[in-house]
């Protein structure tokens, strides 16, 4: 019997989230949804009377989305129903939309594909068959039926399993990658340049090779089709280092700027950063890179880029570095200068690892001391004040951690544990992952709903590279591993950094796998045409 291409309706599953994201998700069985509209802008078309009588098309321009409107239906039952409920609270329900060929359809995670309809609210409560009170002869009853009307704000992502593919690297390097960054927008064929995707353009930072060499940077301008080594490497004075990590952004119309910040030190050397202008569409890093100091700097062995969320950027005018001296620095001119921003003295021997933003106030810097300790600085202003919070968790230090907001915020720690606050750092509680990793290096959510971690996780005696995504906010949360082990003891932490370009695409960089010569670089992608 062929197989058939497309889903029925029956294979569908409505799931309902009313504590909102990152709380516990309800299947709605007995539950039926037709159509959902998602209006994407209504087009203008613009025309112009030539003088041979014809008319020219002169201007199209698409307005912006509309909001998201479907209805669920269902029979009156007996008692309360779940949505009768939501109706009287009044709040945001999230609703996911999974259709799956196979296994339970009450599993959140079994999916072929699904779609998130984000801060849906009721609008209207209806019902249908209400009483019957005629009838003629042999005709039978109805059951009364119930319908709610709701309205999503835009957008509405769609999410499908993810396929990985292993990209290449130069055969030359074959020390562990330490970040990537991609600095594109995804833009239309215009009068300013061609189509391109998201995740088109972008870096990777390696390791350096001991005393001999400094970390290399590669660059990618088609998706990781190929990654090329840079024609000039970041150099520091006196030392040869890694590229601990990175960061760009726009410095003007046709310019933008890579940075990396320096990650060993000695006890020569202050704190440094290097950059590189992209002026489009020239080869990246084709000329000499650019040093910045940081002036007052301490000049110490800890002075460096200890992870690789040491260096974050909003844009040019905010950027903050955090240091292995437990410092926080500022640049509001493109990392041109940088001001000290007085952080808290920190526990001995605790470092700073990440730093992370949500918009130019709230932002969290995140360490500790390896196995022994963590260290939390919060601010609510930019940096102009930071204060130190406590983590439930005290026995190990913190590697990542992703801001949200005001009030929700995600931390990984170096013994693979997942912790996160509702309420702005007072309390903090762990999400236990379904397979536990044995490090979380990295962490990065799109939005409040959907989020992606790393790592390394320990199977059969064997460290292997895994990668987490949550499509709820991180109530739960699928895993993907790598297929082949680590080649040796991890310099770092196995998959040490990862970049989301979208919720059916993440990229993850780290150290090379049995069998392989160079590091990973992992691209985790949905099938796509």
């Not at 090329?228 to 890694?242: E, I, K, M, R």
């Not at 926080?328 to 990440?354: F, K, M, R």
């Not at 490090?439 to 959907?450: R, V």
Request: charged letters at 20%.
């Amino acid at each position: 019997m062929p197989e058939n291409e497309y889903y029925e309706d029956v294979q569908g599953q409505i799931w309902a989230q009313p504590g909102g994201a990152n709380t516990e998700c309800f299947p709605l069985d007995c539950h039926d949804m037709d159509a959902v509209d998602e209006p994407q802008g209504d087009v203008t078309t613009s025309l112009c009377l030539q003088a041979d009588r014809t008319w020219k098309t002169v201007n199209r321009s698409q307005g912006s989305p509309g909001d998201i409107t479907f209805t669920i239906e269902t029979w009156k039952p007996k008692t309360q129903g779940f949505l009768s409920r939501q109706v009287e609270r009044r709040c945001p329900i999230p609703i996911y939309i999974h259709h799956s060929l196979c296994g339970r359809q009450d599993v959140f995670n079994n999916y072929d594909q699904g779609k998130q309809l984000q801060g849906a609210l009721i609008t209207t409560k209806g019902s249908s068959n209400m009483v019957k009170r005629r009838a003629e002869p042999g005709e039978g009853s109805t059951k009364v039926g119930r319908s709610f009307d709701f309205n999503a704000h835009y957008p509405a992502s769609e999410y499908f399993p993810l396929v990985g593919v292993k990209r290449d690297l130069p055969s030359e390097e074959s020390e562990p990658l330490l970040d990537v960054v991609f600095c594109n927008d995804q833009v239309c064929e215009s009068p300013c340049g061609p189509m391109e995707d998201i995740c088109t353009d972008g870096f990777i930072t390696a390791d350096g090779t001991g005393l001999a060499a400094d970390g290399n940077v590669y660059y990618t301008q088609n998706a990781l089709g190929a990654l090329v080594a840079c024609g000039t490497d970041p150099t520091y004075t006196d030392l040869n280092c890694s590229n601990i990590s990175g960061t760009c952004f726009a410095i003007d119309r046709n310019i933008r700027r890579w940075v990396v910040v320096r990650g060993v030190g000695d006890a020569f050397t202050r704190l440094e950063i290097n950059y590189w202008d992209e002026v489009l569409p020239a080869v990246p890093c084709s000329a000499a890179w650019q040093v910045v100091n940081v002036p007052g700097g301490v000049v110490a062995s800890t002075d460096f880029g200890n992870h690789t969320g040491a260096l974050f950027a909003l844009n040019h005018r905010d950027i903050w570095l955090a240091t292995g001296e437990a410092d926080i620095w500022h640049s509001s001119n493109g990392c041109q200068t940088w001001a000290d921003q007085n952080a808290p003295a920190p526990g001995a021997n605790e470092v700073l690892n990440y730093v992370h933003f949500a918009d130019r106030n709230y932002g969290y810097a995140v360490g500790g001391q390896p196995a022994t300790s963590s260290l939390v600085f919060k601010t609510v202003d930019g940096g102009v004040a930071w204060a130190e919070i406590n983590h439930t968790l005290t026995d190990a230090a913190i590697l990542c951690v992703a801001t949200i907001d005001s009030l929700r915020a995600w931390t990984g720690f170096d013994n693979g544990q997942l912790w996160y606050t509702m309420d702005g750092g007072a309390v903090w509680a762990q999400r236990t992952l379904p397979v536990a990793p044995a490090a979380i290096s990295d962490i990065m959510f799109l939005d409040e709903y959907t989020g992606f971690c790393c790592g390394n996780r320990s199977d059969a005696g064997s460290l292997y590279p895994i990668v987490y995504r949550t499509l709820n906010g991180g109530y739960d949360w699928e895993y993907y591993q790598y297929g082949t082990a680590f080649f040796a003891a991890l310099d770092h932490y196995g998959l040490n950094a990862l970049w989301a370009c979208d919720i059916n695409h993440v990229i993850a960089v780290g150290e090379a796998v049995v069998a392989q010569t160079t590091p990973i670089v992992w691209d985790l992608e949905c099938v796509r045409p």
